[in-house]
């Protein structure tokens, strides 16, 4: 009997109306399109203006759009596992309204966060509940409502951020292709680089915490993009050394959209031509939990089944990992 391993076999995704370009950034903080362009490899944002809106919508947009591709019967998922950095409450899980709104009654949830890391995190939590044959469809959800926690006059930040959603199924394979290797760290000394601040346990909310705007991500740049590209590029060249993986065998690298020039550091690190790069970050900005599912559902009729997939992130904490992924279907 061939090893049982973890397949996507659908994929979903949902972005909310509203564009925020750059052109209108500049009249909002001192910025400019070239500047950012330049820097970030980011042209636009999608942004979820609606009131009473959160997280959730995003998630349950973009699930729903994967149910109705797939024709998948709800009722038949047994896990929902929503990676968010963005819930929309403390206390209440999350996941636990998503997998009720979409109709999945039959199936536990949670939340689980690891910042810009979160999704990765995510397939390896999922892969293992498949390969132990405990639950054969699991709904992986990547979402996040960064507007939320964004100062649109701290131009360090509004620039890169932006909201949406994006939702694989996944699903048990013997057919030798779905998960096939994963390589994940963490270095909780670098959380005062990236996070924010109040509202959390450490420094709950009060006048003087928002008062002094300490409500909304901030972020050490110069340190988060050192370490970002050194170690985004140095788990992707392990995880191919490991598995005996030559850079031509490589079909696509699906990274973290967190800023252009990190992927591209990344893809130079592993030899790789720029063909073989999946980028969408131009269109949404970082998108947290979400951008690597994105990038699934944009570049899902470009993937072919038995594709050498290496998917890598870095995310605040620090997190960070690469995995190695066989592509399941022709779509």
Same mark, same amino acid.
């Given at each position: ?163 949406? +959603? #994006? ?5 048990? !394979? ?8 994963? %390589?994940? /760290?963490? @270095? &909780? ?8 601040? +109040? #509202? ?5 909310? !009060? ?8 409500? %909304?991500? /901030?972020? @050490? &740049? ?110």
């Amino acid at each position: 009997m061939n090893k049982v391993t973890a397949a996507i076999t659908a994929v979903g995704k949902y972005v909310p109306d509203y564009v925020l370009t750059n052109k209108e950034l500049e009249t909002m903080v001192e910025t400019n399109d070239e500047w950012i362009t330049s820097r970030t490899g980011i042209k636009e944002r999608r942004i979820l203006k609606d009131e009473g809106k959160g997280t959730s919508y995003l998630a349950i947009k973009s699930a729903e759009n994967l149910i109705e591709k797939s024709n998948l019967d709800p009722k038949e998922i047994e896990l929902v596992i929503l990676c968010t950095a963005t819930p929309d409450m403390q206390a209440a899980s999350t996941g636990a309204y998503v997998a009720t709104e979409i109709g999945a009654v039959n199936a536990f949830s949670f939340d689980l966060e690891s910042a810009c890391s979160s999704f990765l995190y995510g397939l390896s939590v999922a892969a293992a509940y498949i390969e132990s044959g405990r639950y054969k469809k699991i709904l992986l959800i990547g979402a996040d409502k960064n507007s939320s926690m964004i100062d649109y006059t701290d131009r360090a930040t509004c620039i890169i951020f932006g909201d949406g +959603a #994006g939702a694989v199924l996944v699903e048990p !394979t013997d057919d030798g292709n779905g998960l096939q290797d994963e %390589f994940m /760290r963490t @270095d &909780g000394s670098g959380r005062e680089f990236l996070n924010v601040a +109040a #509202g959390g346990s450490v420094m709950p909310a !009060t006048e003087e915490t928002v008062r002094e705007r300490l409500h %909304f991500a /901030r972020q @050490d &740049g110069q340190t988060v993009f050192k370490n970002a590209v050194f170690n985004m590029a140095d788990v992707c060249e392990k995880i191919l050394v490991r598995n005996d993986l030559k850079n031509e065998e490589v079909d696509w690298l699906a990274a973290h959209q967190a800023n252009k020039r990190i992927v591209e550091a990344t893809a130079r690190r592993m030899d790789l031509d720029a063909s073989k790069v999946m980028l969408n970050i131009q269109n949404y900005g970082n998108t947290t939990s979400a951008t690597l599912p994105l990038l699934l559902a944009d570049y899902e009729k470009q993937l072919k089944k038995g594709d050498n997939v290496i998917f890598a992130a870095f995310g605040g904490g620090f997190s960070w990992g690469s995995i190695y992924f066989k592509w399941c279907y022709n779509s």
